[in-house]
């Protein structure tokens, strides 16, 4: 409708103002192809340390303590992923702070296959793929340390998933 054409036109301009450079095909593209893969396989892996730089303090923090307790129940996920497609991608304005964000779901075509601490399958096989659905919510900060714009992961949620057929 028209609302939702407005909203995302204002959080185009919001973007345009701080990057006046901001192509949203350009960016979706470069986000899926080049950030995504990397951020879900550290996700899988319960890398951390790759995490931080990526995300925002309060993103972050949830984060790793999902992956933490992960780790406590000796819980380990197969890192492959074998395919990333954008399923979803919504400019919107931050309620609170009229800032504006890019909401972008992802189709993720992974093996699933989960191990307890001993390397047995809990759960999936090594031959089971499935779709999962993530969302991830960006935001451009800007880093006061450096003087620098970055686009970092402000929310995080794991949707959903569907055997891959």
């Known amino acids: 409708g028209l609302t939702s054409e407005t ?29 995504m893969p990397d951020v879900l396989k550290s996700l899988m892996q319960g ?16 984060v790793s303590a999902e992956i933490r307790a992960r780790k406590q129940d000796g ?11 954008e399923n979803q991608l919504i400019l919107r304005l931050l309620e609170e702070t009229q800032a504006p964000v890019i909401v972008a779901v992802y189709m993720v075509q992974q093996i ?14 090594e031959d089971q793929i499935r779709a999962r659905f993530y969302s991830f919510a960006f935001q451009l900060i800007y880093d006061e340390d450096d003087g620098s ?14 055997p891959y057929v």
């Open 7 to 35: 909203e995302e036109g204002l959080a185009i301009s919001g973007i345009r103002k701080i990057d006046p450079t901001f192509n949203k095909e350009q960016w979706a593209q470069e986000v899926r192809t080049k950030l």
């Open 47 to 62: 890398n951390t340390s790759t995490l931080r730089p990526w995300f925002t303090e309060g993103a972050f923090s949830k």
């Open 75 to 85: 819980i380990v996920f197969d890192a492959n992923i074998l395919a990333v497609d």
């Open 112 to 125: 699933n296959c989960v191990r307890n601490r001993d390397g047995e399958i809990v759960e999936g096989g």
């Open 149 to 162: 714009l970055n686009w970092k992961i402000v929310e995080y949620q794991f949707v959903g998933d569907i």
